[in-house]
């Protein structure tokens, strides 16, 4: 697909059906964990998703962010000792996922841009957890295009998770710990 040929909006209720079929094509079913975050994000909660859309206005993408704070990160974290060395308030892009369609056409780079203009306007720090499968294509090339740093790689990461694409039952896949400083991030 082209470059450019589609647009970022904010998630809206009736997303919700969409951004549940690109997150099982993307991580495998669910189990209820996408409508959660939706709800944070069309709730009060600080927290958003932004949806792309093709030229149909048919979601293509999306991404949800949110501000968390260190008692939040510390249990997403399962502890790790990088919470520590983090702000008292962070955002954190908790799920990020392109249609296999539109993978490699800039709709990743442009989804996580705009969560940091977002992040920017709130805390000083970003930090993204990416899910190292064997046989997936995930967003650890977005890290130094967008110049996130590798903190950490934490094995079994996903331990919890009931289905994984890869392991074929409960996920052993690592994940990538990626931090960015927004104190010097430009608005655009």
Known sequence: MP?????????D?????VIRRLWTESFGPPDGEAGRWLDLTLGDASARCWVATD?????????FAAEVDRRFLQSYL?????????PTRVALIHMLGVSPAWRSTGVATALV???????????????AALWQRDDHVDSS?????????HVSTVEGFYHDRVYCPDCGTSCSCPAAIH?????????S
Not at 13 to 17: A, K, P, T, Y
Not at 179 to 187: A, N, R, W
């Open 3 to 11: 470059a450019g040929t589609w647009t970022l909006r904010p998630a």
């Open 13 to 17: 209720v009736d997303d919700r059906q």
């Open 179 to 187: 931090v960015k400083s927004l104190t010097d991030e430009q608005p």
């Open 55 to 63: 030229p149909a206005d048919d979601a293509i993408g999306f991404l």
């Open 113 to 127: 841009r705009r969560s940091l203009k977002w992040a920017n306007e709130r805390v000083s720090v970003m930090l």
């Open 141 to 149: 090339g977005l890290s130094p295009k967008l110049e996130f740093a």
């Open 78 to 86: 399962r502890g790790h000792p990088v919470v520590d060395s983090l």
